[in-house]
């Protein structure tokens, strides 16, 4: 399917004048240069980029900056661990780290190094931010992702909230990809939490958010082409949830109990999450075949998150 940004990119010649906001993207041994056109994109609606480099090895680091250097020059940060990867979360948190050296800074974007960049999406939800800071506070305001084939990914509503616009729902977390977060909401709300390393972190961030009255959005007028998982679980014609690479189970399980237990939500609530979790798991598992390596690792998973150990797998 063709990406809507390949025609939206206005020109390239020369940055727009600065918004106060800011993009942070995080690389990963990217396959190809999606992220090139992204960055264009961002730079021509005046956004400053910071880009991470998590990826591994030092050729794949070194071949990355060789890209962006040659086709960007300085116009915008380049940012790594000298240890390698070491994870979403503390990426998050390193990027967060260079844009609250700007006191004028208004918000900060983050965007998977795949994301469809449009500028489309870009101006609903910078519109949407600019309403929403007028009518109160804000947490999180993401896009609407879009499958492939077209189908919208599921959003749970929160339905105790009522939004001030048709296009906007509230909702109880969403993704981190392709969303925007005020700075003061950073400041309030804290740092992504760094032992995460991968998964349920915008989960986290955005249950953290609603604990202190600072509502999460998506904006369905804001879509974007986003692929999920290795595909999804269907029932029919229609899609339940994404499927996940086996190991990932483990991060979903052992973050989401380590996120509750530092709330101190209640046990109930965790039992009955685990119990969930656990369900999506065996489903996925039987639709792929493999639900003896997904099980192990969301055992390994409870354990760990119940005797509170977090970093890489």
């Known amino acids: 399917m063709k990406s809507r940004l390949t025609s939206n990119i206005p020109d390239r010649s020369y940055p727009a004048e600065p918004s106060g906001f800011y993009a942070g993207i995080v690389l990963y041994h990217p396959d190809g240069q999606h992220y090139i056109e992204s960055i264009?994109?961002?730079?021509?609606?005046?956004?400053?980029v910071i880009l991470f480099d998590n990826s591994e090895d030092r050729d794949t680091k070194d071949n990355n900056k060789n890209i962006i250097i040659r086709t960007f020059g300085d116009q915008l940060r380049c940012l790594e661990a000298s240890e390698g990867n070491i994870g979403l979360a503390?990426?998050?948190?390193?990027?967060?780290h260079e844009v609250s050296n700007?006191?004028?800074a208004?918000?900060?974007f983050f965007f998977d190094?795949?994301?469809?960049?449009?500028v489309d999406a870009l101006e609903y939800l910078l519109d949407s931010f600019f309403q929403l800071q007028m009518h109160?506070?804000?947490?999180?305001?993401?896009?609407?992702a879009m499958r492939e084939n077209g189908i919208a990914y599921r959003i749970r509503p929160r339905s105790s909230y009522v939004s001030p616009s048709p296009s906007l729902i509230a909702t109880d977390v969403t993704s981190s990809s392709f969303s925007v977060i005020p700075i003061e909401t950073l400041l309030a709300v804290g740092r992504f939490q760094d032992d995460f390393f991968i998964d349920y972190i915008?989960?986290?961030?955005?249950?953290?958010?609603?604990q202190q009255n600072l509502p999460v959005f998506v904006d369905k007028r804001a879509t974007f082409w986003h692929r999920v998982g290795l595909g999804d679980v269907y029932f029919?014609?229609?899609?339940?949830?994404?499927?996940?690479?086996?190991?990932?189970?483990?991060?979903?399980?052992?973050?989401?109990?380590?996120?509750?237990t530092r709330a101190n939500v209640s046990p109930f609530t965790i039992v009955k999450d685990i119990v969930l979790r656990i369900t999506v798991v065996f489903v996925i598992g039987i639709y792929t075949c493999s639900l003896f390596q997904r099980l192990k690792f969301t055992v390994r998973g409870i354990i760990d998150g119940i005797q509170g150990k977090g970093g890489r797998l």
């Open 90 to 96: 503390a990426a998050f948190n390193r990027i967060v």
């Open 102 to 104: 700007d006191r004028l």
């Open 236 to 260: 029919g014609n229609k899609p339940l949830f994404p499927i996940a690479t086996p190991f990932r189970h483990y991060y979903q399980m052992r973050n989401m109990i380590l996120s509750h």
């Open 113 to 118: 190094q795949d994301t469809d960049v449009n």
């Open 40 to 48: 264009f994109v961002l730079l021509s609606c005046g956004i400053n």
């Open 106 to 108: 208004k918000g900060l």
């Open 202 to 210: 915008d989960g986290d961030f955005c249950n953290r958010c609603w």
């Open 136 to 144: 109160g506070r804000l947490g999180v305001l993401s896009g609407y």
